[in-house]
C-alpha cells in the first residue's frame, strides 16, 4: 500500500448528529421559519449541498428557507450562517489525539494522506485551521469536486491528485452514504471503523474499534 485515504466525520472526528439536529432547528428559527420543516427540508437537500448546487452557504441557507415558505433577511441569513459555521468548527476541533498521533505516524512512515469527505462549504472553509489539516497531502471535498461518495469521482480525484491507483490505497471510514462497498468496488483495501459511530453493522470486511488501529495495517 501506497496511500491512506480517510473519510472526516464520523471517522476522524465525531459526526455529531445530536449537536446538528439541535443546530438546524436553531438555524430555522433564525430563518423565521418552522425549526422542523426547516431540518427536514435541510435534510432532503444533502446530495444538493453535497456538490455545492446552491453556492455557499449563506445562499444555501437562504434557498432552503425560501422552500419552507420563508423570506429571511440578509441578517436572519448570518445568523444562520454564524450557527452552522461554528458547529463546523467545534466538530473539527474534536479529533482525539490518537488519531492525530496515527495520522503522525503513517506519514512517517512515508505514506501519501488523503481526505475523501462528502461536505458542505463550511467545513470546507473551516478545514485549513483545523488540527488535522497538516496530516493530509491532498483533499477532495464533495462541494469541491461536484461528486459526491459513493461516486466513483471523488475517490479518483484523491487518488489522482497523489498519483496513486486506487488498488495502492487503504480506505478507511464509518460506513456512511455508502463509502464502504464504493471504495472496495474500485479496488482500495478497505476498513470499517466504529471509533464514533456504527454506521454500516453488516460490513463484512475488516473493522476497527478506533482510528489508531489502523496503525496495525501499515
Given at each position: 500500500?501506497?496511500?491512506?485515504?480517510?473519510?472526516?466525520?464520523?471517522?476522524?472526528?465525531?459526526?455529531?448528529?445530536?449537536?446538528?439536529?439541535?443546530?438546524?432547528?436553531?438555524?430555522?428559527?433564525?430563518?423565521?421559519?418552522?425549526?422542523?420543516?426547516?431540518?427536514?427540508?435541510?435534510?432532503?437537500?444533502?446530495?444538493?449541498?453535497?456538490?455545492?448546487?446552491?453556492?455557499?452557504?449563506?445562499?444555501?441557507?437562504?434557498?432552503?428557507?425560501?422552500?419552507?415558505?420563508?423570506?429571511?433577511?440578509?441578517?436572519?441569513?448570518?445568523?444562520?450562517?454564524?450557527?452552522?459555521?461554528?458547529?463546523?468548527?467545534?466538530?473539527?476541533?474534536?479529533?482525539?489525539?490518537?488519531?492525530?498521533?496515527?495520522?503522525?505516524?503513517?506519514?512517517?512512515?512515508?505514506?501519501?494522506?488523503?481526505?475523501?469527505?462528502?461536505?458542505?462549504?463550511?467545513?470546507?472553509?473551516?478545514?485549513?485551521?483545523?488540527?488535522?489539516?497538516?496530516?493530509?497531502?491532498?483533499?477532495?471535498?464533495?462541494?469541491?469536486?461536484?461528486?459526491?461518495?459513493?461516486?466513483?469521482?471523488?475517490?479518483?480525484?484523491?487518488?489522482?491528485?497523489?498519483?496513486?491507483?486506487?488498488?495502492?490505497?487503504?480506505?478507511?471510514?464509518?460506513?456512511?452514504?455508502?463509502?464502504?462497498?464504493?471504495?472496495?468496488?474500485?479496488?482500495?483495501?478497505?476498513?470499517?471503523t466504529v471509533e464514533h459511530a456504527n454506521s454500516a453493522p453488516a460490513w463484512p470486511?475488516?473493522?476497527?474499534?478506533?482510528?489508531?488501529?489502523?496503525?496495525?495495517?501499515?
Open positions: 500500500m501506497k496511500a491512506l485515504l480517510s473519510d472526516l466525520f464520523s471517522t476522524l472526528v465525531p459526526g455529531g448528529d445530536a449537536e446538528r439536529s439541535l443546530v438546524n432547528a436553531r438555524m430555522g428559527a433564525a430563518l423565521g421559519v418552522d425549526a422542523t420543516a426547516f431540518q427536514q427540508a435541510f435534510d432532503a437537500a444533502s446530495y444538493e449541498r453535497f456538490i455545492g448546487a446552491y453556492g455557499d452557504l449563506p445562499n444555501t441557507l437562504r434557498v432552503i428557507a425560501e422552500r419552507c415558505g420563508g423570506a429571511p433577511t440578509d441578517e436572519q441569513v448570518q445568523e444562520a450562517t454564524n450557527l452552522r459555521r461554528a458547529l463546523a468548527q467545534r466538530l473539527l476541533g474534536s479529533a482525539p489525539a490518537t488519531t492525530l498521533s496515527t495520522l503522525a505516524a503513517f506519514r512517517a512512515a512515508g505514506w501519501r494522506i488523503g481526505l475523501v469527505s462528502n461536505i458542505t462549504a463550511e467545513t470546507q472553509l473551516q478545514w485549513p485551521s483545523s488540527s488535522l489539516s497538516p496530516y493530509f497531502d491532498t483533499t477532495a471535498f464533495s462541494a469541491e469536486v461536484g461528486a459526491a461518495k459513493p461516486e466513483p469521482a471523488i475517490y479518483l480525484t484523491a487518488c489522482n491528485a497523489l498519483g496513486v491507483d486506487p488498488a495502492d490505497c487503504i480506505y478507511v471510514g464509518d460506513g456512511n452514504d455508502n463509502e464502504l462497498p464504493a471504495a472496495a468496488s474500485l479496488g482500495m483495501h478497505t476498513i470499517r470486511g475488516p473493522t476497527i474499534n478506533t482510528f489508531a488501529e489502523l496503525g496495525a495495517f501499515q
